[in-house]
């Protein structure tokens, strides 16, 4: 029997959220450490990144059995977007870590995992300004600096005593990164010379306009540095860039070259309704149904034995609940809560109690959470007093 098996969706916009079916299987009745699904990106250097995360389950014990759990990951929209010429790849995975049968304290791991594509999310589009650069005898006028792929970018140009000119469209693209051990100065990212794209040559040397058609597939204009929410001494980023110029070369008639350089950019939709960007493939499988109210569970019996708090809940529904985890949070004031501590169990029939234990609170616990979910989704969080 497969310990991990998830259901994801095949693509997410960037700045939005991807779900995640998890279904975790225990042969046997189990010590975890902790469960959780995380977005993998892999750094030039081949070590994994962390992009994302979210919590599943805690330390805690779980019953042998099935536990099902849909969960959302976010994604900052600082993450870049997928490029598979530059290995800017994706996965998704869904992992538990727990005890080694037959041992007390070794520790073993189980994952899936999904690839998933990051899309660039349509952007706010500035207005656009006019271009008109005077150099040395060339006079090269635009209607705008921006434009859209499949596009047809009109150069207006004039010459004074040329022999030729040439426009090229030029890309300028790579990784970013910065990690503890090579900082800003990665020795696996090599430079990359900007690359032409395409050109086109100018036939009347005096004045004309050039169109150049812009490809479909070409690569937006962008630029996104990622790094993690938690600070640390070594400032990490993990980022991509992409920029796009129009390079001009021409010769004058006296051998004289005269070349510069246009920025223009290529961009995308509009921002569309909120609503378009979450209607990407959905994680395909069952449909997780809610069927319980907070009023049918009832918490009795708190008690506090020197450092154990038990705990005593009710299934006072008419379901058989499966896949039941009970997770104690401690709150010892407004602002300072202890580790939480999870119970797990595979079936709880109406009518039957569920022991749910914290082994390690302290002595000035006045208040717990108790957060309640299972295998259909539902989730049910109270608070009480001891």
């Not at 000119?165 to 300028?172: A, I, T």
């Not at 009970?326 to 202890?338: A, D, G, M, T």
Request: proline share 7%.
């Amino acid at each position: 029997m497969q310990a991990v098996k998830l259901i994801t969706e095949p693509e997410v916009f960037v700045g939005t959220s991807t779900v995640v079916k998890n279904t975790f299987n225990l042969p046997e009745d189990t010590k975890i450490f902790w469960a959780g699904s995380r977005i993998y990106a892999k750094r030039l250097c081949g070590r994994d990144i962390a992009i994302s995360k979210i919590d599943i389950f805690c330390e805690g014990q779980l019953e042998k059995g099935e536990y099902k759990r849909e969960k959302t990951i976010p994604i900052s929209t600082r993450v870049p977007p997928s490029v598979k010429e530059r290995n800017l790849n994706y996965r998704i995975r869904s992992e538990i870590s727990m005890v080694k049968p037959g041992t007390r304290v070794e520790e073993e791991f189980f994952f899936a995992e999904n690839p998933v594509i990051l899309k660039t999310r349509p952007m706010k589009i500035a207005e656009p300004h006019p271009v008109e650069v005077s150099i040395k005898g060339i006079k090269i006028t635009i209607a705008k600096d921006q434009f859209r792929p499949e596009e047809s970018l009109k150069i207006d140009y004039e010459l004074e005593k040329f022999r030729n000119l040439e426009v090229d469209l030029v890309k300028d693209a790579n990784i970013t990164c910065n990690c503890p051990d090579y900082a800003p100065t990665c020795v696996h990212i090599k430079p990359k010379l900007p690359s032409v794209e395409k050109s086109i040559k100018a036939s009347n040397l005096t004045k004309g306009t050039l169109q150049l058609l812009l490809p479909s597939l070409i690569e937006l204009t962008h630029r996104y540095v990622w790094e993690p929410p938690e600070k640390t001494r070594w400032k990490e980023t993990y980022g991509d860039y992409v920029n796009w110029l129009l390079e001009v070369k021409g010769t004058r008639t006296s051998g004289e070259v005269v070349k510069f350089q246009i920025p223009i950019h290529i961009i995308g939709k509009e921002i569309p309704d909120e609503s378009e960007l979450f209607t990407s493939k959905r994680a395909t499988g069952p449909v997780l149904q809610k069927i319980l109210v907070p009023e049918s569970i009832e918490i009795s019996n708190p008690n506090l034995d020197q450092k154990r708090l038990t705990v005593t809940l009710k299934n006072k529904s008419k379901e058989v609940l499966t896949g039941v985890t009970v997770k104690i949070l401690p709150i010892e004031s407004e602002f300072f809560e202890l580790p939480p501590k999870l119970t797990g169990v595979n079936e709880w029939k109406p009518g039957s109690d569920i022991h749910a234990y914290h082994d390690n609170v302290g002595t000035n616990i006045k208040n717990f959470q108790i957060l309640i979910e299972d295998n259909n989704g539902n989730v049910i969080n109270k608070r009480s007093k001891l």
